[in-house]
């Protein structure tokens, strides 16, 4: 199981939170993140159910992480093991995650796949995202993986696609001609773009594509 005291910064205020593993009595809690995270025109079929957060914690609750702040949950993020082959990266969220279900997790696997993180707007601007992503590399090193991947969304290409395709948008967000807010934000903890996925997830604003973003276990031995 996994717990972690740190404190985030509201300007220059000091407050405590608390990563750890979650629970079944965090349910409620998980599923009103998921609806604050992911409004319209997300679809909100792709928000958790109680049977996915079920599966999350019996199949690999290492992957099964939640932060609160003074109390409250705020933010999750969610993985499963997988194994990855760089040769070819096409797939869609749902075939490697099962629709969230997680029964794809591989526990002879070699990568750490990234099924879902969110914050709830309430605390954004706090670092929770990052908090959250740098508590799975923990796990990654913890379970010797070679690496953490998943699909970034790409939120800001639908307004760019009819001046450049998906390759060339993601390429200006890590030039830094472009800002995404969610590409941008996977930089910033130290995620690495692989490539660019179409029809990964249906993403109205992301035209269905992804970017494939990994970070490497620093002490994996080839």
Same mark, same amino acid.
Not at 9 to 37: H, W
Not at 68 to 93: K, L
Not at 127 to 141: C, Q
């Given at each position: 199981?996994?717990?972690?005291?740190?404190?985030?910064?509201? %300007?220059?205020?000091?407050?405590?939170?608390?990563?750890?593993?979650?629970?079944?009595?965090?349910?409620?809690?998980?599923?009103?993140?998921?609806?604050?995270?992911? +409004?319209?025109?997300?679809?909100?079929?792709?928000?958790?159910?109680?049977?996915?957060? &079920? /599966? !999350?914690?019996?199949?690999? +609750?290492?992957?099964?992480?939640? =932060? *609160?702040? *003074?109390?409250?949950?705020?933010?999750?993020?969610?993985?499963?093991? &997988? &194994?990855?082959? +760089?040769?070819?990266?096409? !797939?869609?969220?749902?075939? #490697?995650?099962?629709?969230?279900? =997680?029964?794809?997790?591989?526990?002879?696997?070699?990568?750490?796949?990234?099924?879902?993180?969110? #914050?709830?707007?309430?605390?954004?601007?706090?670092?929770?995202?990052?908090?959250?992503?740098?508590?799975?590399?923990? #796990?990654?090193?913890?379970? %010797?993986?070679?690496?953490?991947?998943?699909?970034?969304?790409?939120?800001?290409?639908? %307004?760019?696609?009819?001046?450049?395709?998906?390759?060339?948008?993601?390429?200006?967000?890590?030039?830094?001609?472009?800002?995404?807010?969610?590409?941008?934000?996977?930089?910033?903890?130290?995620?690495?773009?692989?490539?660019?996925? +179409?029809?990964?997830? *249906?993403? *109205?604003?992301?035209?269905?594509?992804?970017?494939?973003?990994?970070?490497?276990?620093?002490?994996? /031995?080839?």
């Amino acid at each position: 199981m996994y717990r972690k005291k740190l404190f985030v910064f509201k %300007k220059d205020k000091p407050i405590e939170a608390v990563i750890r593993t979650y629970n079944k009595s965090d349910f409620p809690g998980l599923i009103k993140v998921q609806k604050e995270s992911f +409004p319209p025109p997300f679809p909100s079929d792709l928000w958790w159910n109680e049977d996915q957060l &079920t /599966n !999350h914690i019996t199949l690999f +609750p290492e992957g099964a992480l939640c =932060i *609160e702040v *003074e109390g409250e949950i705020a933010g999750s993020i969610t993985g499963m093991i &997988t &194994t990855f082959d +760089p040769s070819n990266i096409q !797939h869609s969220w749902s075939e #490697v995650t099962d629709d969230g279900y =997680i029964k794809t997790h591989d526990p002879n696997g070699n990568a750490l796949y990234i099924v879902d993180i969110g #914050v709830s707007p309430r605390f954004r601007g706090l670092g929770l995202g990052k908090a959250l992503m740098h508590s799975m590399y923990e #796990v990654v090193i913890q379970l %010797k993986l070679e690496r953490l991947l998943g699909g970034g969304r790409m939120p800001g290409y639908r %307004k760019a696609s009819e001046k450049m395709t998906a390759t060339q948008y993601l390429d200006s967000v890590v030039k830094g001609g472009t800002h995404d807010q969610v590409i941008s934000f996977l930089l910033r903890c130290g995620r690495l773009p692989v490539g660019v996925i +179409p029809d990964y997830l *249906e993403d *109205e604003e992301s035209l269905n594509h992804a970017a494939l973003m990994e970070w490497r276990n620093p002490f994996f /031995n080839n």
